[in-house]
């Protein structure tokens, strides 16, 4: 199956709750993120501006065209421990 992210939920700052395809979801702080270097991620330092994310063919995606492909996203939020499965409703 190929990973999408679902939702974005807005948490202030640099977080943002994220759902995925496979009933996954978890809290990611993307302040480390924003801080590499790089033009694309240059605007993203502001919180206003960060704040824009919007899902574009299930990846998280920013006015300026920086997206983050979802299947990576999920591996790091997986390897810090920040994902949990949503109940079946």
Same mark, same amino acid.
């Given at each position: 199956? $190929?990973?999408? #992210?679902?939702? $974005?939920?807005?948490?202030?700052? @640099?977080?943002?709750? #994220? =759902? @995925?395809? /496979?009933?996954?979801?978890?809290? =990611? /702080?993307?302040?480390?993120? #924003?801080?590499?270097?790089?033009?694309? $991620?240059?605007?993203?330092?502001?919180?206003?501006? @960060?704040?824009? #994310?919007?899902?574009? @063919?299930?990846? %998280?995606?920013?006015?300026?065209?920086? /997206?983050?492909? %979802?299947?990576?996203?999920?591996?790091?939020?997986?390897?810090?421990?920040?994902?949990?499965?949503?109940?079946?409703?």
């Amino acid at each position: 199956m $190929l990973t999408k #992210v679902t939702q $974005l939920e807005r948490l202030g700052g @640099f977080r943002l709750r #994220v =759902h @995925f395809n /496979d009933g996954s979801e978890g809290v =990611h /702080d993307f302040a480390a993120m #924003v801080r590499e270097p790089g033009p694309m $991620l240059a605007p993203l330092r502001d919180e206003a501006y @960060f704040a824009r #994310v919007f899902l574009e @063919f299930g990846a %998280p995606t920013w006015p300026n065209g920086y /997206d983050m492909a %979802p299947e990576w996203l999920r591996r790091e939020m997986e390897k810090a421990g920040e994902l949990t499965r949503v109940a079946a409703e």
